[in-house]
Nanobody, 116 residues
Framework: QVQLVESGGGLVQPGGSLRLSCAAS????????MTWYRQAPGKQRELVAS???????HYADSVKGRFTISNGNAKNTMYLQMNMLKPEDTAVYYC??????????WGQGTQVTVSS
């Protein structure tokens, strides 16, 4: 079993920045996909960005050029650097880890609010 611990959410003004962190513990991760999802009130959950254990990345069109996903200095830690934030980025952001063949792990979610 893998436990995910998130941090970094908060309230920022439009144009501001936040960095979200997701740390995995409890088991050693080898081949995996780590993903940030977000869900706003009344909307479906959507994929924001993903990174593989090999370093490959994928971004939603709505965040390309503004958000950066990375593994930082710790192999089992994922970061989401969010720049030029917009009100439409307001949502609960969730960390997710997939380990083949059938293991899925979710963080508790962290609130990001972008408002003036």
């Amino acid at each position: 079993q893998v436990q995910l611990v998130e941090s970094g959410g908060g309230l920022v003004q439009p144009g501001g920045s936040l960095r979200l962190s997701c740390a995995a513990s409890g088991s050693t991760l080898s081949a995996y996909i780590m993903t940030w999802y977000r869900q706003a009130p009344g909307k479906q959950r959507e994929l924001v960005a993903s990174i593989t254990s090999g370093g490959g990345t994928h971004y939603a069109d709505s965040v390309k050029g503004r958000f950066t996903i990375s593994n930082g200095n710790a192999k089992n830690t994922m970061y989401l650097q969010m720049n030029m934030l917009k009100p439409e980025d307001t949502a609960v952001y969730y960390c997710h880890v997939y380990v083949a063949p059938t293991s899925h792990y979710w963080g508790q979610g962290t609130q990001v609010t972008v408002s003036s």
